[in-house]
Each structure stands twice: as C-alpha cells, then as structure tokens.
C-alpha cells in the first residue's frame, strides 16, 4: 500500500501565477482533505472532497479552489499567487470520517 | 470560536527522561482531540486521539495522553524518552467533526543522548 502521496515534492512559482497541487489517496479511502501549513505554524484546514463535492471549507479565499475525480484523486488549484501562498501543502484522506492518513506534502515557494 | 495554544515552542529532554507536551484547547462542546508527530520531509502520523469514554489515552510509540475538561488540557506524556523521538508535534481538535482539525502551533522536541 502506497499510503497517501502528492506531487510535486517542490515547486517554485512567482506572483500572480497560478498552481495545482495532485495527491492520490490511500488504497480505499474516498475523503481528501487539503491543508495548508506555513513555517513554524501548525497546519490550517482548506477544504475537503466527498463523491468529488466540496464539502467542508476553512477561512481561506476563493483563489483556492479544488477537484475530486472519480477515482477519488484530488488536485488544489491556487490562482494569482502571492508570497503568502508560500507553504508546506498537505492532503490527507480517510474512509469518510475516519483516521486520516497525510500526505509528505508539496512544498510551494511563490517569489 | 475553536482554537489549540500549545505553549511550548521548543523542548529539549535527554534521552531516557520523561515527556510532557502541553496543549490547552477552546472549544464548546466535548471535543474530538488528536496528537500528531511530524519528522523532517515526513507527514503527520497520528500518535492518538480522544473521542470520549476513558480520560487517559494510550497511543502508538509508548505515548499516552489525558483529557482533562475542567482545565481543557489534553497533554501529551512519555515516560522514557529515545531519540529517535526528536520531532515537531502538533495537538489538535476536531471543529465539530473529527476530520475537519484546528491544529497548535506545535512543539519541537530536541533529545540529548
């Protein structure tokens, strides 16, 4: 078993560009969460994906948007970046609201 | 609104002590808590959590923690610390559900041998 992986591991953007982010859930789990984690903070809920809804969101603006395809795979999209986007981006995925497995995460630099 | 302080930002023990990790959470119900540990290039591994029933915790790594709602605490014990222990770890709650988590700010746990 895989467990839960994303890609890419690095990614270095500039301002005003736009991102996606991919993470593939563990063998039989059909909930992604995306959280986003800033150095030296703990990590911060974004937005989770069910049957490809979102279907809860955290404090954070409409540029992050996300996608669940059918095989419960998950992309995060981030539009007209700025330095603040600058994170370590994490997915995490369970069976419904069950233990969630996280990701190693992408680690985004917006310069 | 929900929130965890842990107050500890960096800890240092030496190997074979033991460990306290402190977290305070705000929340208005009973609240679903979790500890996770978090090694350089690793993601989060959960270590337990606490839903309801018993107070005291046992989880995986030889760590336990113990709910404690009259001081709303939920802190992270160990009795013998090893290095391989040496890590960043983060309390959280639940907001309402158990998938949905409020992270600390996190501790950073540094062993002396």
């Known amino acids: 078993d895989a467990g839960v992986t994303q890609s890419p591991t690095h990614l270095i953007k500039t301002r005003g560009q736009q991102v996606t982010l991919r993470c593939s859930p563990k063998?039989?789990?059909?909930?992604v969460s995306w959280y986003q984690q800033a150095l030296g903070q703990g990590p911060q809920f974004i937005f989770q994906?069910?049957?490809?809804?979102?279907?809860q969101r955290g404090n954070f603006p409409d540029r992050f948007s996300g996608h669940q395809f059918p095989n419960y795979s998950s992309e995060l999209n981030v539009n007209a970046l700025l330095l603040g986007d600058s994170a370590l981006y994490l997915c995490?995925?369970?069976?419904?609201?069950?233990?969630?497995?996280f990701g190693p995460g992408t680690r985004l630099t917006v310069l | 609104a929900q929130s965890v302080t842990q107050p500890d930002i960096h800890i240092t023990v030496s190997e074979g002590a033991s460990l306290e990790l402190r977290c305070n959470y705000s929340?208005?119900?009973?609240?679903?808590l979790f500890w996770y540990v978090q090694s350089p290039g690793q993601g989060l591994q959960l270590l337990l959590k606490?839903?309801?029933?018993?107070?005291l915790v046992q989880g995986i790594k030889g760590f336990e923690a113990e709910f404690k709602r009259s001081q709303s605490s939920f802190n992270l014990r160990k009795p013998s610390v090893h290095w391989s222990d040496a890590a960043e770890y983060f309390c959280?709650?639940?907001?309402?559900?158990?998938?949905?988590?409020?992270f600390g700010t996190g501790t950073r746990l540094q062993v002396f041998p």
């Open positions: 959280a709650v639940g907001a309402g559900t158990p998938d949905k988590l409020i």
């Open positions: 994906y069910y049957e490809e809804e979102e279907r």
């Open positions: 995490a995925s369970s069976l419904g609201q069950g233990k969630q497995f």
């Open positions: 606490y839903f309801s029933g018993d107070t």
């Open positions: 929340y208005g119900a009973t609240p679903y």
């Open positions: 063998s039989g789990h059909d909930t």
